[in-house]
């Protein structure tokens, strides 16, 4: 199978991170206090979270992953607060034959204010066959600028980029949690900045369906929501939905994408207090 092909899961799932020039662990954020803008703001500008809306803390997400009828990995997900901020930590691995054909062993990490939904820095390290990752993003409210660093771990080559921002931006990875906090009504379109591939991409989370979703942790009823966008990552990878518990948590239990290739499906099989 080529190598394109099996680092799609990877991809299609925490929306393309291996598309994004990121990565690297955590460090301590700079001191800046971006002001994200109220209801009604334009594109470039994130919606605070609504009003009584907690993110997940000191949880643990398992999602069994498979591609077509095969078990192909597992992803975990992990939600720690640090002060006001909080960190998501994130790895997926390919596991049985999947992983004798292409060997995945990526991890994610990001960053944002919980107030407002900015992110401050993603982080990803990541082992895809032959190739090794180590990349940092910092979004620079202050500066106004987003700073990409990555390196090469195979050849030892470097990169740095940096890129004009304004306003409250999410990542790739902090935005399919940033999105339940909104409000989901059936019918409703909103619009999410994230910041992908040195631009701010435009993001329309489009609200299509309740559909009650079956998984090994049991049976919820859920709103079906496909994000899509004129460019980025998000752009031309197929289709992709997520499904968001039909109550105030909006946790993502499921998680698909319709690829040229096949089917990838993310489903939750374990959700832990650790």
Same mark, same amino acid.
């Given at each position: 199978?080529?190598t394109?092909?099996?680092?799609?899961?990877?991809?299609a799932?925490f929306c393309?991170?291996a598309?994004?020039a990121?990565?690297a662990s955590p460090?301590?954020?700079?001191?800046q206090?971006p002001?994200?803008?109220?209801?009604?703001?334009?594109?470039?500008?994130?919606t605070?979270?609504?009003?009584?809306?907690?993110?997940?803390d000191?949880q643990?997400?398992?999602?069994?992953v498979?591609?077509r009828v095969?078990?192909? &990995?597992?992803a975990?997900?992990h939600?720690?607060?640090?002060g006001d901020?909080e960190q998501?930590?994130?790895?997926?691995q390919?596991s049985?034959?999947?992983n004798l054909i292409?060997?995945?062993?990526?991890?994610?990490q990001s960053?944002?204010? @919980?107030?407002?939904?900015?992110?401050y820095?993603?982080n990803k390290?990541?082992?895809?066959?032959?190739?090794?990752i180590?990349?940092? +993003?910092?979004l620079?409210?202050?500066?106004?600028?987003?700073?990409?660093?990555?390196?090469?771990?195979?050849?030892?080559?470097? @990169?740095?980029?940096?890129?004009?921002?304004? &306003?409250?931006?999410?990542?790739l +990875?902090?935005?399919?949690?940033?999105a339940?906090?909104?409000?989901?009504?059936?019918?409703?379109n909103f619009?999410?900045p994230?910041?992908?591939?040195q631009h701010?991409?435009?993001?329309?989370?489009?609200?299509?369906?309740?559909?009650?979703?079956?998984?090994?942790l049991g049976?919820?009823k859920?709103l079906?929501v496909?994000?899509?966008a004129d460019a980025?990552?998000?752009?031309?990878?197929g289709d992709i939905?997520i499904?968001y518990?039909d109550?105030a @948590?909006?946790?993502?239990?499921q998680?698909r994408?319709?690829?040229?290739?096949g089917?990838i499906?993310?489903?939750?099989? &374990?959700n832990e207090n650790?």
């Amino acid at each position: 199978m080529p190598t394109l092909k099996m680092r799609a899961p990877t991809a299609a799932f925490f929306c393309a991170l291996a598309c994004l020039a990121s990565g690297a662990s955590p460090t301590q954020l700079p001191a800046q206090s971006p002001v994200a803008a109220p209801a009604g703001s334009p594109p470039n500008q994130l919606t605070p979270p609504q009003p009584g809306f907690s993110f997940p803390d000191k949880q643990t997400f398992t999602y069994a992953v498979d591609w077509r009828v095969f078990p192909a &990995g597992i992803a975990v997900i992990h939600f720690q607060s640090q002060g006001d901020n909080e960190q998501i930590s994130a790895s997926a691995q390919t596991s049985g034959a999947i992983n004798l054909i292409f060997h995945v062993d990526d991890r994610f990490q990001s960053m944002f204010d @919980r107030q407002h939904g900015c992110s401050y820095q993603f982080n990803k390290q990541t082992v895809e066959g032959r190739r090794q990752i180590d990349a940092t +993003l910092r979004l620079d409210y202050a500066q106004s600028k987003a700073i990409n660093d990555q390196k090469n771990l195979v050849n030892g080559q470097t @990169r740095h980029v940096e890129s004009p921002i304004h &306003g409250c931006l999410t990542d790739l +990875l902090t935005g399919i949690f940033y999105a339940a906090s909104q409000p989901l009504q059936l019918g409703h379109n909103f619009v999410i900045p994230v910041f992908d591939a040195q631009h701010t991409i435009p993001v329309t989370m489009k609200v299509e369906a309740r559909e009650e979703i079956k998984t090994p942790l049991g049976a919820f009823k859920t709103l079906r929501v496909q994000p899509t966008a004129d460019a980025g990552v998000v752009k031309n990878r197929g289709d992709i939905w997520i499904w968001y518990t039909d109550d105030a @948590r909006h946790l993502p239990v499921q998680m698909r994408a319709r690829l040229f290739w096949g089917t990838i499906t993310f489903r939750l099989t &374990g959700n832990e207090n650790k």
